[in-house]
């Protein structure tokens, strides 16, 4: 019974985390590869439609993936 109980807890835990759909996110300059974290639902669409703005005003094309 124990064994099934922790069973169930691992397949909750699993299926609300993989809802969130959270990605790691970089984009490339000069052949760099920039890493900029790990972003989720709404804030994630918004950088990979908009790309990601740097303090000079450049505008890069951002890659997300899973982790």
Do not use: R
């Not at 969130?20 to 920039?34: P, V």
């Amino acid at each position: 019974m124990k064994k099934i109980s922790i069973l169930f807890g691992a397949v909750l835990i699993f299926g609300f985390s993989s809802c969130k759909k959270c990605h790691e996110c970089h984009y490339d300059n000069n052949g760099a590869e920039i890493e900029l974290g790990e972003y989720c639902g709404d804030e994630l669409e918004q950088l990979e439609a908009n790309g990601y703005a740097d303090t000079s005003g450049n505008v890069y094309t951002v890659h997300c993936h899973e982790h």
